[in-house]
Nanobody, 122 residues
Framework: EVQLVESGGGLVQAGGSLRLSCAAS????????IGWFRQAPGKEREGISC????????YTADSVKGRFTTIIDNDKNTVYLQMNSLKPEDTAVYYC???????????????WGQGTLVTVSS
């Protein structure tokens, strides 16, 4: 079965850090671009980053630039979202998704993960 599994969410105080993982199962990231999204309660889903499996090039949204970093480990078939200097407004369910188009920006999102909740307390 082709799927993405996110992990690493939880409760953290403002100013803290978390690292989310997005692991592929049933396929490899080779040739894919992988994106991170988030959706806060009552808000629309927001795309926050993208990384190409081909060369590791990334795109990061202005809302998290300088605080969030996206990294790919092709050997482990896993993409990480390192989140530093977290703010209460970062509270959301975080999702990863895979696009077979290789390069950012993302296009057709073929596979989605189930999401992991990040809660940042003030």
């Amino acid at each position: 079965e082709v799927q993405l599994v996110e992990s690493g969410g939880g409760l953290v105080q403002a100013g803290g850090s978390l690292r989310l993982s997005c692991a592929a199962s049933g396929f490899t990231f080779d040739g894919y671009a992988i994106g991170w999204f988030r959706q806060a309660p009552g808000k629309e889903r927001e795309g926050i980053s993208c990384i190409s499996s081909s060369d590791g090039s990334t795109y990061t949204a202005d809302s998290v630039k300088g605080r969030f970093t996206t990294i790919i480990d092709n050997d482990k078939n896993t993409v990480y979202l390192q989140m530093n200097s977290l703010k209460p407004e970062d509270t959301a369910v975080y999702y990863c998704a895979a696009d077979p188009g290789t390069w950012c920006p993302l296009g057709y999102l073929e596979v989605w993960g189930q999401g992991t909740l990040v809660t940042v307390s003030s």
